[in-house]
């Protein structure tokens, strides 16, 4: 089955830019989503098919995916952009989702 | 306001069953696919099962199939997760989420409840 590789934790300062990782074989054949979860709270889509933001996500969260390696980038990181970020594709293989382990954000 | 709520976990032994619920509102139930996927300390998200609008296509994880049945009463704007001869490894947070569009299968879940606990120990 497919295989999503992410880091386990990034560490960024306030204000500053925060891109967290995705590796897969070949990933940029795939579409790419990104969801965020703090302790205690639902999931909540952030990015979608490598590069749409989801509904009421702001624009200091983007996407990109080339490669065997899918982004998602944060401008301008504030306090509440502390979370677990996981990575989501369709795997063609077992034609089921897989999710990356998950990257700890800590600002 | 779109709202999923998860019920029905609980505390049980390896072997054992449970019967997970979801009652959702703020969208048209019967038009979305819904799924449900799970999460655990140790291998984070995992997708569970997913059911189309109209229950004519179900799939289910290789980890689960066979143990858990996946079903839901649009009548009702409900989602159920029948989970049978559970394992340990199957302790989780378990959430119900919605498709983003119509069609099941492009699995890509833009709603998702706050989750149930399920633990499963002797």
Not at chain 1, 69 to 86: N, Q
Not at chain 2, 34 to 55: A, D, Q
Request: a negative charge; hydrophobic letters at 35%.
């Amino acid at each position: 089955s497919y295989v999503l590789t992410q880091s386990a934790s990034v560490s960024v300062a306030p204000g500053q830019t925060a891109r967290i990782i995705c590796g897969g074989d070949k990933i940029e054949n795939k579409g790419v989503h990104w969801y965020r979860r703090k302790p205690g709270q639902a999931p909540v889509l952030v990015v979608y098919d490598n590069s749409d933001r989801a509904s009421g996500i702001p624009e200091r969260f983007s996407g990109s995916n080339s490669g065997n390696a899918a982004f998602l980038t944060i401008s301008r990181v504030e306090a509440g952009d502390e979370a677990d970020y996981y990575c989501q594709v369709w795997d063609s293989t077992t034609r089921h989702p897989v999710f990356g382990g998950g990257t700890k954000l800590t600002v | 306001e779109v709202r999923l709520v998860e019920s029905g976990g609980g505390l049980v032994q390896p072997g054992g069953s449970l019967r997970l619920s979801c009652v959702v509102s703020g969208f048209t139930f019967d038009d979305y696919a819904m799924h449900w996927v799970r999460l655990t300390p140790g291998k984070g998200l995992e997708w569970v099962s997913g059911i189309s609008w109209n229950s004519d296509h179900k799939e289910y994880a290789d980890t689960v199939k066979g143990r858990f049945t996946i079903s839901r009463d649009n009548g009702k704007n409900s989602l159920f997760l029948q989970m049978n001869t559970l394992k340990i490894e199957d302790t989780a947070v378990y959430f119900c989420s919605k498709e983003i569009t119509h069609d099941f299968g492009d699995y890509v879940f833009d709603q998702w409840g706050q989750g149930t606990l399920v633990t499963v120990s002797s």
